[in-house]
T-cell receptor, first 112, second 113 residues
Framework: QKEVEQDPGPLSVPEGAIVSLNCTYS??????FMWYRQYSRKGPELLMY????GNKEDGRFTAQVDKSSKYISLFIRDSQPSDSATYLC????????????FGPGTRLSVLP | DGGITQSPKYLFRKEGQNVTLSCEQN?????MYWYRQDPGQGLRLIYY???????QKGDIAEGYSVSREKKESFPLTVTSAQKNPTAFYLC????????????FGPGTRLTVT
């Protein structure tokens, strides 16, 4: 079993839809959770960061962490074609970069 | 591109040749990282460096080497010993300890034939 799993997609949705992207993990010691967005042939950019359990909202994006289920989610409201990208989750036991574990990414296409 | 310059964007080499990928940052951050990205897999850490003249192996360091002679530069050499070198290579930086925000460069796509 991989340490962090993501549905690879591709996930295709119409413009304006609510998108739910998810990761599951096996290490109960993870407590720092990140979501990155990666456009094709570009480097990932940090979208959201959460510590421990709970929700965090930033504009159209909401990150949720459920540590009891070892499950994290990223919701995108009013999705736009510009949201079409691969979304990577990452997590860590401590907030040191060398300990980050990345998921394989979910490819999202938002159709106009 | 997260304050990181990587060059070139695309690189082609023949099998058996060593190749060096450039990574430069201009934000005076201490920590720098090299990752490899393959389709269907998460980013995997090759090497990282917290300070000048010091670096540590990541999860997949075999067949790679690095140097950190200057704070702003962290080049990665893919040696002929790396069995499967074709991949997308990403360099990242952060502020070091107590910093969760990694910033990635644009990446270098290496193709070895």
């Amino acid at each position: 079993q991989k340490e962090v799993e993501q549905d690879p997609g591709p996930l295709s949705v119409p413009e304006g839809a609510i998108v739910s992207l998810n990761c599951t993990y096996s290490n109960s010691a993870f407590q720092y959770f990140m979501w990155y967005r990666q456009y094709s042939r570009k480097g990932p950019e940090l979208l959201m960061y959460t510590y421990s359990s709970g929700n965090k909202e930033d504009g159209r994006f909401t990150a949720q962490v459920d540590k009891s289920s070892k499950y994290i989610s990223l919701f995108i409201r009013d999705s736009q074609p510009s949201d079409s990208a691969t979304y990577l989750c990452a997590m860590s036991e401590v907030n040191y970069g060398q300990n980050f574990v990345f998921g394989p990414g979910t490819r999202l296409s938002v159709l106009p | 591109d997260g304050g990181i310059t990587q060059s070139p964007k695309y690189l082609f080499r023949k099998e058996g040749q060593n190749v060096t990928l450039s990574c430069e940052q201009n934000l005076n951050h201490d920590a720098m990282y090299w990752y490899r990205q393959d389709p269907g897999q998460g980013l995997r850490l090759i090497y990282y460096s917290q300070i000048v003249n010091d670096f540590q192996k990541g999860d997949i360091a075999e067949g790679y080497s690095v140097s950190r002679e200057k704070k702003e530069s962290f080049p990665l050499t893919v040696t002929s010993a790396q069995k499967n070198p074709t991949a997308f290579y990403l360099c990242a930086r952060d502020r070091g300890a107590e910093s969760y925000e990694q910033y990635f460069g644009p990446g270098t796509r290496l193709t070895v034939t």
